[in-house]
């Protein structure tokens, strides 16, 4: 049963902090893809990667967010300094190149205090 | 610059009724558009889609219609089951020779027993 895996599921943080998340997507797919769900804006996208290349990160907040693919089982998304209005759920999703369906992971639960 | 929007943000429909979620966009390159499904602490799952070439789609319960003159489309779902009650997101993809897809804000749909 293929499925994208996300860690931490949840946490909780202080204000200054450093955050880091990652996922695993399903092995074989090679786009890989960050958002962020919040109650007033939907889920937003914060970084696109296809091969492990950054194709688009115009969605992310560039002087403190960061997205990177290690290999190509690891993508990590990294907050540094965390702020709380960076509280929200991160998803993280992998496909194929050329489809149009996005497998999303559980997600990432923040909370910075 | 809200290009895709989900002006209902919840929907209660009685159990064995149809349930209708509808989406409009801006965009005119949008070529393909997907529903997602959503329950609480997980991520979305992908529905069902349609091409922008087609005015409906329709697997079992579920039928999407679109009106690209309109630039609507809707999600019926028919007879509606408690299961349904989750949030669905209409997710266009753009002809732009990417993978991206943007993503409203969601409808939360209750069914009642």
């Known amino acids: 049963d293929a499925r994208v895996t996300q860690t931490p599921r949840h946490k909780v943080t202080e204000m200054g902090q450093e955050v880091t998340m990652r996922c695993q997507p399903i092995?074989?797919?090679?786009?890989v893809f960050w958002y962020r769900q919040t109650m007033m804006q939907g889920l937003e996208l914060l970084a696109y990667?296809?091969?492990?290349?950054?194709?688009?990160d115009s969605g992310m907040p560039k002087d403190r967010f960061s997205a990177e693919m290690p290999d190509a089982t690891l993508a990590t998304l990294k907050i540094q300094p965390s702020e709380p209005r960076d509280s929200a759920v991160y998803f993280c999703?992998?496909?194929?190149?050329?489809?149009?369906?996005?497998?999303f992971g559980p997600g990432t639960r923040l909370t910075v205090t | 610059d809200q290009q895709v929007k989900q002006n209902s943000p919840s929907l209660s429909v009685q159990e064995g009724r149809i349930s209708i979620l509808n989406c409009d966009y801006t965009?005119?390159?949008?070529?393909?558009f997907l529903w997602y499904k959503k329950y609480p602490a997980e991520g979305p799952t992908f529905l069902i889609s349609i091409s922008s070439i087609k005015d409906k789609n329709e697997d079992g319960r579920f039928t999407v219609f679109l009106n690209k003159s309109a630039k609507h489309l809707s999600l019926h779902i028919v007879p509606s089951q408690p299961g349904d009650s989750a949030v669905y997101f209409c997710a266009p993809h753009s002809n732009f020779g990417n993978e991206k897809l943007t993503f409203g804000t969601g409808t939360r749909l209750t069914i009642i027993p």
């Open positions: 092995l074989g797919h090679n786009t």
């Open positions: 990667f296809r091969n492990r290349a950054p194709l688009d």
């Open positions: 999703a992998s496909g194929l190149s050329g489809a149009y369906e996005q497998y």
């Open positions: 965009n005119s390159m949008f070529d393909y």
